[in-house]
């Protein structure tokens, strides 16, 4: 848990199961009712297709557990519980075994629209879909081994690939664009914002995304598209060290945004 969150962490019990009460379940049912009720049409065919797998529905808050055993069947994926946001290394270590850390405390209703750290909703809903398309887990499992085998230095450039690969980004389809980014999908703001034409689409170029800047605070004034879920895996192939070296030597492009907090 970040120093100043007002969330508590959550412990399974003997069986592997979180205690949710009926609180956190009305939560959870008025999160996915409203997503869902909002996303087709404006998200991936794959990520709805991932939903369905993953038996996702509003009668209950999932368990990480349910979720890591229908991955584990569909990909060879892997969800983990952790109580919230765990040291890079950690999470890079968990990447590259084809695991994706999941935070298990779920907001509370203030919290309903926005949250700063992520929370069970963002994990199962935003990024554990895409995790039952081949590809996409072949993606996140060799981010994950490349990231980790690149030291300190790498770090910063890293965390804009996720960025704009993981969280906030889009796909061609035969209908036109649509999210598959979890930071987009689990929020209704970005949702709309990345959906409604006001935002830059850009093709989907690495030494672009690792010299683009960006803020965590905002909805994102950029995104990058993606053709297909093999492109994004084969864009392992590139030599990360040598783009991000380059990247560093270019300097960061202008910032679409105010400067303050850019990452
Ligand atoms: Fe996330």
Known sequence: MPKDTSYTSLQPDARGYFPYAAEDDAVWRELFTRQMAFLPGKVAPE??????????????TPQVKDIDARLQKLTGARAYGVPAIIPPSQ???????RTFPVATFLRRREHMDYIEEPDLFHEVF?????LTNTAYADFIEGFGQRAKAL???????????????????????????????????????????????????QDFDLLTVFRT??????VQPTY??????????????ADFGALIA????????PALFESKQAV
Do not use: N
Not at 126 to 130: K, S, Y
Not at 175 to 195: D, K, M, N, W
Not at 213 to 218: M, Q
């Open 246 to 253: 380059q990247a560093k030597a270019s300097g960061d492009l």
């Open 91 to 97: 999470f890079y270590d968990l990447l590259s075994k």
């Open 151 to 201: 030291g300190y230095w790498y770090s910063l450039h890293l965390f804009r690939r996720f960025w704009f690969t993981v969280e906030f980004c889009m796909s061609r389809s035969a209908e036109g664009l649509r999210a598959y980014g979890a930071g987009i999908v689990s929020s209704p703001s970005e949702a709309e914002h990345a959906t409604d034409g006001t935002a830059v689409m």
């Open 47 to 60: 990520y709805l297709d991932g939903v369905r797998k993953l038996r996702l529905s509003a009668d209950k």
């Open 224 to 237: 990058f598209v993606i053709d297909s879920f093999d492109q994004l895996a084969a864009t392992l192939d």
């Open 126 to 130: 935003g990024h554990c879909p895409m």
């Open 213 to 218: 800047p960006y803020r965590i605070d905002i």
